[in-house]
Each structure stands twice: as structure tokens, then as C-alpha cells.
């Protein structure tokens, strides 16, 4: 019961909390390669930056990766609707839905 209140207290204060979500292997794999290329991406960019590449040329780049970024969010969105926040409200925690409203707002301030 007190590592309960610790990850709630965690996860109050913004830092990173001790859950553990559950992805199918498959889907961590999709993940991993869509962040290695955007690893990949970022340092690009940063070379066109050093190289002091037009900066419309460089622009295009970021765009280009932060659309990826979108798509990774999106897969992992969908992961934990279909997943965590529905495990979570069959269990009778409602205070997913807040946490959700959240997350959400996060991701649409870009």
C-alpha cells in the first residue's frame, strides 16, 4: 500500500511515475525502429546545421521529424486507450479519465 502512495505522490509532483505499461513485443519493435530513425533524423539535422544548410532545407527536415515524432505519440496513444485506460476503468478508476484529459493536452500544444 505505501508504494501505491508513493507513485501517486510521484505522478502528482510530475515526476515520472513506477507503472509499467505492457506492449506487445511487436509493437515495441515498431517503436524502437521509428525512434532509431528519428535518432537518425536529429543528428541529420544537426549536421545540415553545422554545415549551415539553407535554412529552409532545414526546416523541412524538422518538420518532417516531428511529424514522426506525432506518429510514434499516436501509436502509443492508441496503446494506452485501448490498454492502460481501459484496464484501469474496468477497475473501477475513474481518475484515468483526468489523467487522459492531460495527456491529451499535452500532445495538441504543439
Given at each position: 500500500?505505501?508504494?501505491?502512495?508513493?507513485?501517486e505522490a510521484c505522478h502528482t509532483e510530475g515526476v515520472?511515475?513506477?507503472?509499467?505499461?505492457?506492449?506487445?513485443?511487436?509493437?515495441?519493435?515498431?517503436?524502437?525502429?521509428?525512434l532509431n530513425r528519428i535518432e537518425g533524423q536529429i543528428?541529420?539535422?544537426?549536421?545540415?546545421?553545422?554545415?549551415?544548410?539553407?535554412?529552409?532545407?532545414?526546416?523541412?527536415?524538422?518538420?518532417?521529424?516531428?511529424?514522426?515524432?506525432?506518429?510514434?505519440?499516436?501509436?502509443?496513444?492508441e496503446g494506452h486507450l485501448k490498454g492502460c485506460v481501459?484496464?484501469?476503468?474496468?477497475?473501477?478508476?475513474?481518475?484515468?479519465?483526468?489523467?487522459?484529459?492531460?495527456?491529451?493536452?499535452?500532445?495538441?500544444?504543439?
Amino acid at each position: 500500500m505505501e508504494n501505491l502512495k508513493i507513485v501517486e505522490a510521484c505522478h502528482t509532483e510530475g515526476v515520472t511515475s513506477f507503472r509499467k505499461s505492457h506492449h506487445p513485443e511487436r509493437v515495441k519493435n515498431n517503436l524502437t525502429t521509428r525512434l532509431n530513425r528519428i535518432e537518425g533524423q536529429i543528428r541529420g539535422i544537426k549536421g545540415m546545421i553545422d554545415k549551415d544548410v539553407y535554412c529552409d532545407d532545414v526546416i523541412t527536415q524538422l518538420s518532417a521529424t516531428q511529424s514522426a515524432l506525432n506518429s510514434v505519440a499516436k501509436i502509443l496513444l492508441e496503446g494506452h486507450l485501448k490498454g492502460c485506460v481501459v484496464d484501469r476503468l474496468s477497475e473501477g478508476d475513474e481518475e484515468v479519465l483526468d489523467e487522459l484529459v492531460v495527456t491529451i493536452q499535452k500532445l495538441l500544444k504543439k
